[in-house]
C-alpha cells in the first residue's frame, strides 16, 4: 500500500464510504471454536461485515468503528513452503453521529493455528495530524492471536510504526504499540452480537513521538482484549494512567452476508 494512501488518511482526504453489518446468531458459548486449518482469519468470508461501539467509561457512545470484507487471498513465503490465507477490510471510524472520522484499509492473517491484525489497527491517525505534506513509510507489525493458547503465556507484541520525512530530512519517528501481552484467562462476554467465550488478554498500549534521542513525547496504557478465536476481538478496554476505564470498543453486529448498498441495523437504526 502506498504513502500517498496514508499521507491522505492523516490528513483526512478520504472520501466517505459506508461499511455496513447486522446482527448473527450467537457463537457456542462452551468452548472457542478451533480452527487449525485457519481457511480465513477470525471466520472471516467474502462480504462479512462487523460493526464495533465506541464507549466512553461511563457506557455513553462516542462513535463506530465499521469494517466489511472486501477479498479474500492467500500469501506464500520467498521457498514456498508456507502459505498464509488473508483478508483484506475496509475500516471506517465515525462519530456519533454517524459522520466518517476516517477509513483505511487493514489486512488480516491467518497460518496454522494462529491470526494476525494488522499493526496499523493501533495507530490513531490524530498522532500523525501535525506531520501534513510529510512523506511517510510505514512499518507494520501484525498481533498474533492463537486459537488455544495457553493461559499464563505471553504472546509477542505488534503496533505500527511510521517514519516521517521530508524531502531532504529525518523528522521523526511516530509509533503506536502493542506490548507485555499476555493470556490472563477466559471469560463469557454478551453482547448485542451474541455470546461468546473469549480469552483475556491483558497488554500495555504505548505511544510516542521520537524526534531525537532527548527528544520524545511517550504514553502508556493498560489495554484488556477478549476474543474468541471464531470471531475475532469482541471487547477492548483503554485505561488511562490513574486505571480508569476511559474506553470501551465493543462488538455490535455481525453481518455474514453484507451486501455494498444492502440495509442493517446497528444500535437500533438503520443505516
Given at each position: 500500500m502506498s504513502s500517498t494512501y496514508f499521507v491522505a488518511l492523516a490528513t483526512g482526504l478520504l472520501t466517505s464510504a459506508t461499511l455496513q453489518a447486522q446482527t448473527l446468531s450467537p457463537a457456542t458459548p462452551e468452548t472457542p471454536a478451533p480452527a487449525a486449518d485457519c481457511p480465513h482469519p477470525f471466520g472471516l468470508a467474502d462480504n462479512t461485515a462487523r460493526t464495533f461501539t465506541l464507549q466512553d467509561g461511563r457506557g455513553k457512545t462516542t462513535g463506530y468503528v465499521r469494517q466489511r470484507v472486501v477479498s479474500l487471498g492467500t500469501e506464500q513465503n520467498k521457498k514456498?513452503?508456507?502459505?498464509t490465507n488473508t483478508v483484506l477490510l475496509k475500516s471506517g471510524a465515525y462519530d456519533a453521529k454517524d459522520r466518517l472520522v476516517y477509513l483505511r484499509d487493514l489486512t488480516f492473517r491467518c497460518r496454522q493455528d494462529t491470526a494476525f491484525t494488522d499493526g496499523l489497527d493501533q495507530l490513531n491517525p490524530?498522532?500523525?495530524?501535525s506531520?501534513?505534506?510529510?512523506?511517510?513509510?510505514?512499518?507494520?507489525?501484525?498481533?498474533?492471536?492463537p486459537n488455544q493458547p495457553t493461559i499464563g503465556s505471553e504472546l509477542p507484541g505488534g503496533g505500527m510504526t511510521v517514519d516521517v520525512r521530508s524531502?531532504?530530512?529525518?523528522?521523526?519517528?511516530?509509533?503506536s504499540m502493542v506490548g507485555k501481552r499476555r493470556v490472563?484467562?477466559?471469560?463469557t462476554i454478551t453482547t448485542?452480537?451474541?455470546?461468546?467465550?473469549?480469552?483475556?488478554?491483558?497488554?500495555?498500549?504505548?505511544?510516542?513521538?521520537?524526534?531525537?534521542?532527548?527528544?520524545k513525547l511517550t504514553s502508556a496504557v493498560r489495554v484488556v482484549d477478549y476474543y474468541a478465536p471464531a470471531v475475532g476481538l469482541v471487547k477492548s478496554e483503554r485505561y488511562d494512567k490513574r486505571g480508569r476505564l476511559e474506553q470501551v470498543r465493543l462488538l455490535t453486529a455481525?453481518?455474514?452476508?453484507?451486501?455494498?448498498g444492502g440495509k442493517a441495523k446497528h444500535n437500533g437504526k438503520k443505516s
Open positions: 514456498k513452503t508456507q502459505t490524530t498522532q500523525l495530524s506531520f501534513q505534506d510529510r512523506i511517510l513509510t510505514y512499518s507494520p507489525l501484525p498481533l498474533s492471536w524531502s531532504a530530512v529525518h523528522i521523526a519517528n511516530v509509533y490472563t484467562g477466559r471469560q448485542p452480537a451474541g455470546t461468546f467465550e473469549c480469552y483475556k488478554v491483558e497488554a500495555e498500549l504505548e505511544t510516542g513521538t521520537v524526534a531525537r534521542a532527548d527528544l455481525i453481518d455474514e452476508a453484507a451486501g455494498v
